[in-house]
């Protein structure tokens, strides 16, 4: 187990400092200059001495590795900088707005764990039935379909037409306060728009990993001994297909993050993916570097948690060591 | 006479890409409640597929036909509902060729074995008596199966087997991996099911456990059965040319093998099967032979 | 050709048509707006109806179609040669090499795409370079799993130790024998690839970080139909979108087929 995660530790931290190395090239090669896009809106009446002086504090003009070494060990200390777009430091904004997109990700996942498995196993387990041709036809088809297509044709629907939720924000205009039920009700729409967009790779998988699994002779052996079929579905079909299915949540959450910016754009969100595409607009590189690097840290470890669990689940794993 | 499973004409035949294979052909047989039944014959031949086929769990592309008659109930025509609610387990167990693959690999053989015992509404504590009637110990059911030995997930399967206590036993080739003191031990298991009054349908390529255990043997031979007979008279003098040169083939006898190879059961010709191998073969062959003893020119006349 | 290959194939027949003929028989004036003709709901006139600004959304998705998919397939053949290269690489040296590599892609495969194509554009300002770099930067890890598995597995073949041993020289073994083998697969997950680019591009498009906003883009489109859509006219965004799923769907179907003819499971369905 240590093992496993040293090894991991050995690759995913030469990654990131590659990450932010390329990044902070990327950065540096932006025909934009960040002096000026301190100063703002008083970019007009700024003289050019202000300007050098705004420089000069920053250090702009000193060699790159140097700039990258002062960035870097400033990150590593857990100063992660000034915010050109919020003017407000980097640390400020990440911590007010960390929460609620973890709590979007994460609503999202359990709904789509659930219902994934769920369905997946029952198509799989009346394979070629209305129900699973039907839960694969609509798979497909929502799988090509972009999410924040998707979370506009519901806001259309289901909040403009309907009226039954609201269209954006976390809680009510009015709302002084913020409380349990408002947040959900205002949840309820982004949460479905986002685990439909990302069920269908779960629940095919899942549909097919137990169809496979339903043919192999243990499964078979289990009917034989006179089983229930909810006893051979879950505890012999399911169980036996759902241990590569642990490691491949990992893999799946950069998607999942992705379509999370997205959808807190739609829906007008105060998580961290609406103020990534306000730095993006902003080129506000410390914002942007920050949160970009520490998503990717978080997916790591993510990653990184779902192969020990899956370790810890899979005896032939455990006990080999 | 008291048939608790009697098999009438039964067929499988399976569908494959550009191939029909010819598994099971015209079978018939039939099991009294006390009698232990051994079929034999060469791997390949068809028996396996007959265990799968009482018990309705062969892939879609297969096709079945004819009766098999438990008691009052077809197996054949009863449906997939009937057979997990009412047959499975309950009136027919199963022993599995390749115990390997046939445990679930990530529970241990203590889960496994409980889980079938409750689901039978029997005693989950039995487990340790169980393995231990199988020749397991009970320190080996905490293993997961892929921690056994071949011999010892074989025990295991078996004891799963007799888990549901089932009035017909169908064993495929339970004796794979077991040395010969395990061998004999299980076979004495199955044999004394049949002196209890239970039925069992042995099904294997080892003729010496046959002979040492079994009531009456059903020589099997591409799809078809061609000797149908007590045992006793099948090893002191064989009727079929088959099954002669099968004894010969045993290290104790002749220790001769059969020249040729079987057919495949893709192209199985249409008279009697055996006949590019047998000596006693001639025109007549190219015509089915039909009756106990499948054969035109037997060794012995009843 | 199967009957199930011919709604897919038509529709892309169609799109690519689209695509090379509005230019000619349709044209587009980019900047044009229509003020006195604003969120008109689709009719037999103007099937796909008019956004805020008066604009026939049928005819700038068509025109939007043609820049997606032009970013969608230049994106995808550039990650194709980035990852065929890095792939090879990876194939045909093994050992270090390989496990280095493939560990790298591992975990650059745990970046989140979209936020790393929103820093690259960012970086960059917002341009057509930017984007089909970003996408194509995000794209081709995939492309080079395959070619190194294809070549990993096709190195313990027999063919190729016979012409090894034929002697054969290496770039004809590669050229020869490899490439063959590896080119379909390559092609497969390029057009597999295209359907994903065309999200990606539409994505960044629609947080308003791909192309200028006056272009008929399908993303810009979305963006721009946000605004309709509280007054109802839902016309504006959801016709873009329905070419980018109708388009997607029809390239993702056709290349699931192609993927299940190049590589048919067979499953050993009989044991006796």
Not at chain 2, 21 to 29: H, I, P, R, Y
Request: aromatic share 4%; glycine share 8%; net charge neutral.
């Amino acid at each position: 187990m240590i093992r496993l995660i040293r090894r991991r530790l050995a690759v995913a931290l030469p990654v990131l400092l590659a990450t932010s190395f390329g990044m902070f090239l990327l950065g540096a090669a932006s025909p934009i200059d960040p002096a000026l896009q301190y100063a703002g809106g008083a970019v007009s009446t700024a003289s050019e001495e202000n300007l050098a002086q705004i420089r000069a504090n920053w250090g702009v003009d000193d060699p790159l590795p140097i700039q990258y070494l002062r960035w870097l060990t400033n990150l590593i200390g857990g100063d992660l900088g000034w915010s050109t777009s919020r003017h407000q430091p980097v640390g400020d904004v990440i911590a007010a707005r960390a929460g609620w997109t973890l709590l979007l990700i994460g609503l999202t996942l359990l709904v789509v764990l659930l219902t994934s498995l769920l369905l997946g196993t029952i198509a799989a387990y009346r394979r070629g039935g209305l129900l699973d041709r039907g839960l694969r036809a609509a798979a497909y088809a929502v799988e090509s379909m972009p999410v924040f297509w998707l979370a506009l044709a519901a806001i259309a629907v289901l909040a403009l037409a309907l009226g039954w939720f609201p269209a954006g924000g976390l809680t009510d205009i009015t709302a002084t306060t913020t409380t349990l039920s408002d947040v959900a009700h205002h949840l309820a729409l982004p949460v479905t728009v986002l685990a439909i967009s990302q069920a269908p790779w779960f629940l095919l998988f899942v549909r097919d990993a137990v169809a496979e699994s339903l043919l192999e002779d243990h499964v078979l052996a289990a009917r034989a001994r006179g089983l229930r079929g909810r006893t051979v579905l879950f505890g012999h079909a399911l169980r036996t297909a759902l241990l590569p299915f642990l490691t491949l949540i990992g893999t799946h959450l950069p998607e999942l993050v992705g379509g999370s910016v997205l959808v807190e754009t739609v829906f007008s969100l105060p998580g961290l993916g609406a103020v990534s595409v306000q730095a993006a607009l902003g080129s506000d590189f410390p914002l942007l570097a920050a949160i970009t690097l520490i998503t990717t840290a978080v997916v790591l470890a993510a990653n990184l948690l779902t192969d020990i669990a899956y370790t810890a689940a899979d005896p032939r794993v455990r006990v080999d060591g | 006479m008291n048939a608790l499973l009697r098999v009438e004409d039964l067929s499988v035949r399976f569908r494959l890409r550009d191939a029909v294979v010819q598994a099971v052909t015209d079978l018939n047989l039939s099991v009294r409640r006390g009698e232990l039944l051994a079929v034999v014959g060469e791997s390949g031949c068809g028996k396996s597929v007959l265990a799968h086929a009482l018990l309705g769990l062969l892939p879609a592309n297969a096709t079945t036909t004819g009766h098999a008659f438990l008691d009052d109930i077809d197996l054949v025509h009863c449906g997939e509902k009937k057979l997990a609610r009412e047959v499975r387990g309950r009136r027919i167990g199963l022993v599995p060729q390749s115990p390997a693959t046939a445990l679930t690999p990530v529970r241990t053989g203590r889960t496994l074995l409980a889980e079938t015992l409750r689901e039978h509404g029997r005693d989950a504590a039995l487990a340790t008596a169980i393995a231990a009637d199988a020749g397991l110990d009970d320190t080996d059911l905490d293993r997961y199966p892929f921690q056994l030995s071949g011999g010892m997930a074989q025990r295991l399967v078996t004891a799963l087997a007799l888990a549901s206590d089932p009035p017909l036993l169908i064993a495929d080739e339970p004796t794979t991996g077991l040395d010969r003191p395990l061998v004999d031990h299980t076979l004495d298991v199955l044999r004394r099911r049949c002196d209890n009054g239970d039925a069992v349908l042995l099904i294997t390529h080892d003729l010496a456990a046959a002979e040492r255990v079994a009531d009456t043997v059903a020589v099997m031979y591409a799809s078809r059965i061609v000797e149908h007979r007590p045992a006793a008279s099948v090893f002191k003098t064989a009727a079929h040319p088959y099954t002669a040169a099968l004894l010969d083939a045993l290290p104790d006898r002749a220790f001769q093998a059969i020249p040729g190879h079987p057919p495949m059961l893709t192209a199985l010709p249409a008279g009697c099967a055996y006949a590019p191998r047998c000596p006693r073969a001639d025109q007549q062959c190219a015509t089915p032979p039909t009756g106990p003893v499948a054969c035109h020119h037997p060794l012995v006349t009843s | 050709m199967d009957k199930r290959d011919v709604t897919p194939a038509a529709v892309i027949g169609l799109a690519v048509a689209a695509c090379l003929l509005v230019p000619v028989i349709w044209p587009l004036d980019q900047s044009a707006v229509a003020l006195d003709n604003i969120s008109q709901a689709p009719s037999l006139t103007d099937p796909g109806g008019t956004d805020d600004l008066g604009r026939d959304v049928l005819h700038r998705s068509l025109y939007g179609l043609r820049v997606s998919l032009l970013v969608g397939v230049v994106a995808a053949l550039v990650a194709t040669v980035l990852g065929g290269l890095i792939g090879g690489v990876a194939g045909l040296l093994g050992g270090w090499t390989d496990r280095i590599l493939m560990r790298v892609i591992d975990t650059i495969a745990a970046l989140p795409h979209l936020l790393l194509g929103i820093f690259i554009v960012a970086m960059l300002r917002p341009s057509l370079g930017a984007v089909v770099l970003s996408v194509a930067l995000t794209h081709w890890l995939s492309t080079a799993r395959i070619v190194r598995g294809e070549l990993l597995s096709l190195r313990t073949r027999p063919f190729i130790d016979a012409a090894i041993t034929g002697g054969a020289s290496r770039a004809r073994i590669l050229t020869r024998h490899l490439l063959p083998h590896v080119l379909p697969k390559i092609a497969l997950a390029t057009t597999l690839m295209v359907p994903h680019a065309v999200w990606h591009e539409t994505a960044l498009s629609f947080l308003g970080l791909g192309l200028p906003p006056h272009l008929a883009s399908l993303g810009n489109m979305i963006n721009d139909g946000q605004r309709s859509l509280l007054t109802g006219a839902w016309w504006a965004s959801i016709v873009p979108g329905l070419v980018i799923v109708t388009v997607t769907l029809a390239i993702a179907a056709l290349a699931a087929r192609w993927r299940d003819r190049l590589d048919p499971r067979v499953r050993a369905e009989l044991e006796l």
